[in-house]
């Protein structure tokens, strides 16, 4: 920090803090430059008077606006993201950024976790650890991009909030006999529907991403899906026949189905699921199914598209080899062997 030439531009850096806040500016002389440094770090100065304003109302909006210009609109997800943000940022009463703490955060977690803070236009019962858990990974994320780029100077206010604990949830996937039900159920309401379940079946795909396909995602016994989740394309394998019962006809194969018509086939089909998985137990369903009939787990993790090899593995007890070693080499085997 200081006063230095910059010999490449030919010019005078005035460069200082203020409280968190790094204050650079240019000049053609030393002499503006060391003017304009001792006026900053004066406290009694107009200008330092004027920097201290400027940089104590910038609120917790102003960096996620800033975040989002600089970085979150290269994300796939960065307009939901940034919504979700400044919805959180009003909801904590969008602090001054300097003044945001871990403590402000997790307050507003309490009250999320009691209810008294739900962004869903449709009330249902209690807000979840791991939805809490999302919103503090995005916030963090944030912080640690805008310091990344030099445009936040101090710690991340969040780095040393922890995460709130979470079961594993229990993952509900079709049997045989409720998968055979539930096609015919689809086929009852439209055969395009049954075609479009059964593609789920048969790739692991994401419901979205069924119907996202167009004529030219498909060729020969094999399907793209592009502008996925994970921001890969990714090509699975399907069967002849169920290649036969795509109409190539329609540029975008599936376009009229919606996720009503899926939930009202399980209706139908008398299925029960778990609160909010709906379509989401087609893609459970062909994960534990695919590991159950001897797959491997790093074959899955790419047909699934995960970036994460820990995201697979909940699937991985589905083997029938999965830690079958616990029968050789407990303790009590060991004794009868040596008996």
């Not at 403590?103 to 803070?117: K, P």
């Not at 006999?177 to 159920?185: M, N």
């Not at 994960?287 to 699934?304: D, P, Q, R, T, Y």
């Amino acid at each position: 920090m200081g006063v230095r030439k910059d010999e490449s531009r030919g010019k005078w850096l005035a460069e200082c803090y203020l409280g968190k806040k790094r204050v650079r500016r240019w000049f053609s002389t030393k002499i503006e430059a060391t003017r304009f440094f001792n006026a900053a770090k004066d406290e009694k100065s107009l200008l330092h008077q004027a920097i201290e304003v400027k940089t104590y109302s910038e609120r917790l909006s102003d960096l996620i606006n800033l975040w989002f210009d600089l970085y979150g609109q290269s994300l796939r997800d960065g307009e939901g993201r940034k919504r979700k943000l400044l919805l959180m940022a009003d909801a904590m009463g969008d602090p001054v950024a300097l003044k945001f703490t871990a403590e402000i955060f997790a307050e507003y977690r309490a009250r999320r976790l009691r209810g008294e803070i739900d962004f869903r236009r449709k009330s249902s019962p209690g807000i979840k650890a791991r939805t809490l858990n999302y919103e503090l990974d995005i916030l963090q994320a944030v912080f640690n991009e805008l310091k990344r780029l030099d445009k936040w100077q101090g710690d991340n206010p969040l780095a040393t909030l922890r995460p709130l604990k979470t079961n594993d949830l229990e993952l509900r996937f079709l049997r045989e006999d409720e998968i055979v039900q539930l096609l015919d159920c689809c086929f009852e309401i439209s055969p395009l529907l049954k075609v479009a379940v059964s593609l789920c079946l048969a790739t692991g795909a994401r419901w979205g991403e069924i119907l996202k396909l167009t004529s030219s995602n498909v060729i020969p016994y094999k399907v793209t899906f592009t502008n996925t989740k994970g921001g890969k394309n990714r090509s699975i394998p399907i069967s002849p026949e169920l290649y036969s019962q795509l109409d190539f006809s329609r540029h975008l194969l599936f376009h009229g189905l919606t996720h009503k018509h899926f939930e009202k086939a399980i209706k139908l089909a008398n299925i029960t699921l778990r609160d909010n998985q709906l379509t989401h137990v087609l893609r459970h369903t062909f994960a534990s199914h695919f590991m159950m009939n001897g797959g491997n787990i790093l074959v899955l993790k790419e047909i699934l598209g995960h970036s994460d090899i820990n995201m697979t593995m909940v699937y991985a007890h589905f083997s029938p080899n999965h830690l079958e070693t616990a029968l050789t080499l407990n303790p009590l085997q060991n004794l009868k062997n040596k008996a």
